[in-house]
């Protein structure tokens, strides 16, 4: 795939200040149409800072949105450290925690297994 020619983007946060934007194509790629941001945050971040890079990612997708068709992918939470409770922590929908037809009003946001279900469970670098 080609720089822009992908249809999907991972975007990773690097410490907790810098974005860095790398092309990735899925199973779907070159379908044309809808583009994906999956952006990760570092294992160790808690909640807050989660929140905030999610606020960055839609901001950024919401930019794109201005010349292409960009859908924001949601990662899975994990195990936050600081978390004690009988709740299964691994891989938790965003759907737990927040409102997702509200997060969709300010840009269109699925979760990460919606996007596997949408383009397959490969993607290339």
């Not at 080609?2 to 200040?17: D, E, K, N, P, Y």
């Not at 945050?41 to 997708?61: S, Y």
């Not at 201005?66 to 195990?79: G, I």
């Amino acid at each position: 795939c080609t720089m822009w020619g992908s249809c999907a983007f991972v975007l990773v946060m690097q410490a907790t200040i810098g974005l860095l934007l790398a092309p990735t194509c899925s199973a779907g790629a070159g379908n044309g149409g809808t583009r994906y941001l999956l952006y990760s945050v570092n294992p160790g971040e808690g909640f807050n800072l989660r929140r905030d890079v999610h606020l960055r990612a839609a901001t950024l997708v919401r930019k794109l949105r201005e010349k292409e068709d960009w859908v924001l992918v949601l990662p899975p939470w994990p195990q936050l450290h600081h978390w004690k409770s009988d709740i299964k922590q691994h891989n938790v929908p965003w759907e737990k925690f927040f409102d997702l037809p509200s997060l969709n009003e300010y840009v269109p946001s699925i979760e990460f297994n919606e996007y596997l279900k949408r383009e397959g469970h490969v993607i290339n670098e």
